[in-house]
């Protein structure tokens, strides 16, 4: 009689009806050593259950201190920053020692030269710019004047 009921509950296990109650039942049965011989087939697949449930890794790991590990890393960090802040430096004084030179001159003669040139070149380039707000100007004169010449012949509205 139980044979059949255990067939029952195989064939409602295969199809995936089985309650959680009925598939503890079937691998209590073929976990057993009472397992009726045409039924034996089905053994190692609950039997595996039962296998995968414990779990197979027992070697033991020791726990090791960071604190040894956090102190290097915290040394190397450090001398990292320091090498940097090092190198950014050096190279940073090289760079503005080098920028110190702003084109002063010895002789009183070749600076009043290269001033009247600078302020020749200037006053030159303000002259363009003084020449390019004059045609700004007129443009701004001329549009004026025919807006108001189309105003007075469209019927002043």
């Given amino acids: 009689m139980e044979s059949v009921k255990i067939e029952n509950l195989l064939e409602k296990y295969f199809q995936g009806e089985t309650s959680i109650a009925e598939e503890n039942e079937l691998r209590n ?5 009472n397992v009726a011989q045409h039924l034996e087939q089905y053994k190692p697949l609950f039997g595996y259950f039962s296998l995968a449930k414990e779990p197979q890794f027992k070697h033991e790991i020791p726990l090791q201190s960071n604190k040894r590990t956090v102190a290097w890393l915290s040394i ?3 001398v990292v920053v320091l090498l940097g802040i090092g190198t ?13 030179d702003l084109g002063t ?3 009183p003669e070749k600076a ?13 380039n303000v002259n363009v710019g003084i020449e390019s707000v004059l045609y700004i100007q007129e443009y701004q004169i001329t549009k004026e004047k025919v807006f108001i010449e189309t105003k007075k012949n469209s019927g002043g509205s």
């Fill in 29 to 33: 049965y073929f976990s057993s050593l």
């Fill in 76 to 78: 190397a960090a450090s």
């Fill in 88 to 100: 950014y430096a050096y190279y940073n004084l090289d760079v503005a020692n080098k920028s110190q």
């Fill in 105 to 107: 001159y010895d002789d």
């Fill in 112 to 124: 009043f030269r290269a001033t009247q040139k600078a302020l020749s070149l200037l006053s030159d």
